[in-house]
C-alpha cells in the first residue's frame, strides 16, 4: 500500500513539475514543452498541428492548463491519502495481532505443565477461565476504540490536509495568474511556441 501512495505522490510532483516549468517557460516566453507531446488546449493532434491554440494568450493557456490538470492533481491526491490511511490502519491492526498472540502465548505458557509435551489448551477448546476471558475482552474493547480513535484521527487530519494542500494550490496557482495577466498586458502581441 505504500507504494501505491509513493506512486500517487510522484504523479503529484509530475504534474506540479510540468506546471512550474511550462510557467517559467510562458513567463520567459520561450518554447513551452508537452508532457507526451499532448497539448493541454487542443482536444487532439491533429488541432494542434493546425495551431488551434496559437491564438491564445499565456495567460489563457496557463488557465487551460490549470483546469486540465486539477482533475487529475486531486484524484492522485486522494488517493495518496487513501492508500496513507490503509497503511496506518493495517500498521494498527497488526500490532494489535501481534499483542493478542504474545499474551495467547503468554497465557498457554503460565498453564502448561513443564514436564509435559502437550499444550495447555488446544486450538479446537479455547476454554479459558473467567478471568482470562475478562481480560481478553478487555484487550479486545482497547483495541476497537483505539481503532476506531485511529480512523476518525486519520480521516480528520486527511480532510484538513486536503483543504490546506489545495488552498495553497490555488493560492500558487493564483499568483501565477496575475503576474502573467500583467505581461500579456505589456506585451499583447506575444504568440505561443512550442518545443
Same mark, same amino acid.
Given at each position: 500500500?505504500?507504494?501505491m501512495m509513493f506512486l500517487h505522490q510522484a504523479k503529484l510532483e509530475n504534474i506540479e513539475k510540468w506546471i512550474d516549468l511550462n510557467y517559467k517557460l510562458l513567463c520567459d516566453g520561450h518554447p513551452l514543452q508537452l508532457p507526451k507531446g499532448i497539448c493541454y488546449h487542443c482536444p487532439n493532434p491533429e488541432d494542434h498541428r493546425n495551431e #488551434?491554440?496559437?491564438h491564445l494568450t499565456r495567460l489563457e493557456y496557463l488557465q487551460t492548463m490549470l483546469t486540465k490538470t486539477e482533475e487529475?492533481?486531486?484524484?492522485?491526491f486522494t488517493e495518496a491519502q487513501r492508500f496513507l490511511t490503509k497503511t496506518q $490502519?493495517?500498521?494498527l491492526s497488526l500490532k494489535q495481532r501481534r499483542y493478542l498472540d504474545d499474551y495467547f502465548k503468554k497465557i498457554e505458557g503460565e498453564n502448561s505443565d513443564p514436564t509435559s509435551n502437550e499444550p495447555a489448551f488446544t486450538a479446537e477448546e479455547k476454554e479459558y477461565p473467567a478471568s482470562t476471558c475478562a481480560? $481478553? #475482552?478487555s484487550i479486545e474493547r482497547r483495541n476497537n476504540e483505539k481503532m476506531r480513535d485511529l480512523q476518525e484521527d486519520v480521516e480528520r487530519k486527511s480532510r484538513e490536509n486536503y483543504i490546506f494542500q489545495m488552498e495553497k494550490r490555488r493560492n500558487r496557482h493564483e499568483e501565477m495568474i496575475d503576474y502573467l495577466t500583467i505581461k500579456d498586458r505589456v506585451s499583447p502581441d506575444f504568440e505561443l511556441e512550442f518545443a
Open positions: 500500500m505504500l507504494k #488551434r491554440c496559437k487529475d492533481y486531486q484524484w492522485h $490502519i493495517e500498521m481480560e $481478553i #475482552r
